[in-house]
């Protein structure tokens, strides 16, 4: 029985796509609408961490922040049998991810960090990509359990190593972003259109997942609809900009980045698409 606690945009769509894979679910949510919506597809729900604890030896997070990992788990510990092994899909913070899988260790049981991306979508599908950090005789027993859920699997290195690289991969989405807007201002006054610029940048070395991806699926024709907020893109900013001062290095184009992520909040709130800070970077010499 697989455990799966949070049951948003991400984690419902896990535990559809594991029943689909003909895996038994055990769910767990503090909103009752998600356990309602996972319930409503034929998942079970626990009464509490306690049950869900004592009753799967594998268990997925999928929880929007690290402080609310580290209470999820603070509560769920002590129930955990030895040999469980927990994986956070959350994108969380190294620093906690180290130390939840220190107490992981002197408890008998594995806390392994692996962070994903690809969206609602992938998550849904089993096509997300997932880069892991922590033991790895851990990640080898549970690797043919997250197969099905991503398409790409990579183990990065110890603790904390996925979540480290998801960081890094989400603030280079989030610069990126910024910049295709500021491309795209220029290339219009210079007279070239927005579907001229990408055709030049996608067959170029400036190409990138925002170019490649983000522009046609939901920026150029206005769809907005990614699943992903910009209060999560502005959370995962920050997680780098923390980081870098926790190890005392100076990243100065990243904290413009993260000023510009900021500063969209007067016309953009958390729920807004992330990729609509396009259109407030686009308006900026308007
Ligand atoms: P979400 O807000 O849709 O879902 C989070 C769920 O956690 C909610 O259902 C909420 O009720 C539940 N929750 C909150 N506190 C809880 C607690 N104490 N116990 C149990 N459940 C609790 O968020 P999401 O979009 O599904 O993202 C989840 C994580 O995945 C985040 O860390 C996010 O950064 C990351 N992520 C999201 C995407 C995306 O496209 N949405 C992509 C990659 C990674």
Known sequence: MIGLIGLGAMGGGYATRLMEQNCEVLCFDTMPEARARVQGKGASVAASLEVLGLTC??????????AIVEAVMAELGPHLRPGTIVIDTSTSEPDTTKRLSAIASDNDYHFLDGPVSGGPLGARTGTMTMVVGGDEDAFAKVRPLLEKMTGKLLHIGPS?????????NNLLCAANLVLMGEMA??????????AELLAGVNAGSGRSGVSEVNFPKWITNEAYDSGFTMGLMRKDVGLATGLADRLGISLPATEVIAAIWEQSRDMLDDS???????????????
Do not use: C, W
């Not at 030896?57 to 690290?66: D, G, H, N, R, V």
């Open 57 to 66: 030896k594998t268990i997925i997070l999928s929880l929007p922040k690290a």
């Open 160 to 168: 904390g190593a996925g979540h480290t690289v998801k960081i890094a």
């Open 185 to 194: 201002q220029m290339a219009e006054r210079a007279g070239i259109s927005l």
């Open 272 to 286: 807004a698409d992330f990729n609509e800070i396009y259109k407030y970077r686009k308006r900026s010499n308007a």
